[in-house]
């Protein structure tokens, strides 16, 4: 099976996932790409405590994601990819072993060098460099909070301002 989603969500894994998305698309496991969550074993613990016993966690550095998208396309189980910045999915996209074709921007929430563009997506001038180097790349980037809400393209994601 394809990776169904892959996701940009600085929350990580959390209900909207596991709920919102993971049950529309009947996953069976999640691909968390963090180079320091990758490295820590008390993180994955707290992670794995979000997710239903049926489905799996697999925790890779940016790297090793890279290398090994291919083996979870490849597994017969529907799955998806998340990170918690665009910087990380930005670096997935350039070096991943096969072509990322979409990413879905779910979350980034506020900080103070970041301006509003969605309820929930805020963005700083770097983070909307890296969302369009990645549609220079071929990837389809949209932001979409859960699957019933209005999906938003990279253009209206870049012009929006929330009120």
Known sequence: MP?????????????QVVVGWGQPLDLGFIVLVDDVVAESDWEQ???????????????ESTRDAAR??????????TGMVL??????MLELARTAVIPITAVNVGGIHHREDRTQKLRYVFL???????????????VVVT???VPSATSHSLDALL?????
């Open 3 to 15: 990776i169904a989603l892959y996701r940009i969500d600085d929350r990580l894994i959390h209900g």
């Open 45 to 59: 613990e707290l992670y794995r405590l979000g997710v239903p016993p049926s489905m799996d966690v697999y925790f």
């Open 68 to 77: 090994g998208l291919a083996t979870y396309v490849s597994d017969r189980r």
């Open 83 to 88: 990170t918690e910045t665009v910087e990380t």
């Open 124 to 138: 700083n001038k770097p983070e909307e460099q890296a969302l369009r180097e990645m549609a220079e790349l071929g």
């Open 143 to 145: 932001a979409q909070d």
């Open 159 to 163: 012009k929006a301002c929330a009120k």
